[in-house]
């Protein structure tokens, strides 16, 4: 690696990772300052992870700066330890990514509430473990002398870099122990928590929703009562569909942030260089805060696209990021106007088609003519009646958007929708 190759390589970090502690900030502020949203786990967990996500790219962004003089850095082996011990915050994100998944899992599949005893535990152990995780392995790797500049940050590796394949080259600490506890402390939990653990998670969630949108369609097609356990009718449906979706989405950040960092780690062990997987992997470890606040708008940014199809993409974008900053006033200031415009519209057409004399639609005599007749078949009770009976939900479409889809059930503990900004 020369000299240009190896500024890019330090300067990619510090980029994503002021992208990471931006979006950190920001969806911690945002559920911070709900006491809405704070009241439910969903939202706990993703504050947890939030913060956690904040101290790692804090540790990119210092980059090169905290290692010793004598390699490179403008600190010394304080700093380096100080940054060693914030980055084991990683393998937490990578547990708050797991509980996340469980969490999906438990009010998804399972249907466990918030205030249920199952899910409590689940956000005690969470918070708890993560924390813990990261507090233990930190001390412990200081204690043992394991943090040493390793490429763009301080982390438990030999040093100097490659000193344990040059028999010329004497290391400054123990490379055999380095290299098992970086696996012990970092690979291993977050390939357990994330492709593990999450992915299982998710897959469940991801069949469990396949399964009832199967059983649903099945019953819509035979026009046949939907059973007792069907559960809930078909908006809550699209509700959980786009739960999952998010978490499916979730899931998706944790992959795009570790795909390249599982990559360069199997290469390195088979004794293979290859420098733009590790210029990808610069950028993209420090990511996922970024990546999980695009997540966090994502679901207001669509709610709003459908409500409101006259507004330019410009204006869905800052309605969008603007939302924690407004008052609800704000937008039930929007909602009004919005309305008044459209009873004008509607109020002028109807003055230009009277206006006109146009009255084709209150044809009289086609109307005594259909009622002399006895002809009412819209309204024919029995027909009614047999559509309505044994609970048959069947005319309400999949696509059907629950009313107030962007707050709905946000008063509800139903662990579903309601910690969906």
């Not at 797991?98 to 152990?125: H, N, V, W």
């Not at 708008?297 to 006259?310: G, Q, T």
């Not at 069947?394 to 696509?399: H, K, P, Q």
Request: charged letters at 15%.
């Amino acid at each position: 690696m020369n000299k240009q190759q190896a500024q890019a390589f330090t300067l990619l970090p510090r980029i994503s990772g002021g992208l990471s502690l931006f979006g950190s900030l920001w969806v911690g502020y945002e559920i911070a300052s709900s006491k809405k949203k704070r009241s439910h786990v969903g939202q706990r967990l993703l504050l947890g992870m939030a913060i956690t996500d904040a101290i790692t790219s804090l540790t990119y962004i210092l980059g090169t700066a905290p290692h010793p003089v004598e390699y490179g850095g403008s600190g010394n082996q304080a700093t380096c330890n100080a940054q060693g011990f914030f980055g084991q915050f990683v393998p937490s994100t990578a547990i708050y990514n797991a509980c996340l998944a469980m969490y999906y899992l438990g009010t998804i599949k399972y249907g466990f509430r918030d205030s249920s005893q199952q899910i409590q535990r689940l956000e005690k152990f969470c918070h708890y473990f993560a924390t813990a995780f990261a507090i233990v392995t930190g001390a412990v790797c200081i204690a043992l002398d394991l943090f040493r500049p390793a490429f763009v940050h301080c982390w438990i590796y030999e040093a100097p870099i490659g000193c344990s394949k040059d028999p010329t080259v004497e290391c400054d600490n123990d490379p055999h122990l380095a290299l098992a506890f970086g696996w012990a402390f970092y690979y291993v939990p977050v390939w357990i928590c994330g492709f593990g653990i999450a992915t299982g998670a998710m897959f469940l969630v991801f069949l469990h929703v396949r399964n009832q949108e199967k059983r649903t369609l099945k019953y819509a097609a035979s026009a046949m009562p939907l059973p007792s356990d069907a559960g809930d009718h078909k908006p809550r449906l699209v509700i959980t569909n786009r739960v999952a979706t998010q978490g499916l989405w979730y899931l998706a950040a944790f992959y795009i942030t570790w795909f390249f960092a599982t990559v360069s780690t199997i290469l390195e062990n088979l004794g293979l260089y290859q420098y733009w997987v590790l210029v990808i992997l610069a950028f993209t470890l420090p990511l996922q805060g970024f990546l999980n606040w695009i997540i966090y708008i994502r679901p207001r940014f669509i709610s709003y696209r459908a409500k409101h199809a006259e507004w330019s993409l410009f204006y869905l974008v800052y309605r969008a990021f603007s939302a924690p900053f407004r008052s609800e006033a704000d937008d039930v200031d929007a909602t009004t106007r919005q309305a008044t415009d459209s009873n004008k519209t509607t109020k002028s057409g109807m003055k230009s088609n009277m206006s006109g004399g146009n009255l084709a639609a209150m044809d009289k005599s086609g109307m005594k003519a259909n009622i002399s007749g006895g002809n009412i078949a819209a309204m024919d009770k029995s027909r009614v009646k047999s559509s309505t009976s044994g609970k048959n939900l069947v005319g309400m479409a999949i696509d059907e958007k629950p009313a107030n889809e962007e707050y709905v059930g946000e008063n509800q503990d139903v662990g579903l929708d309601h910690w969906i900004p």
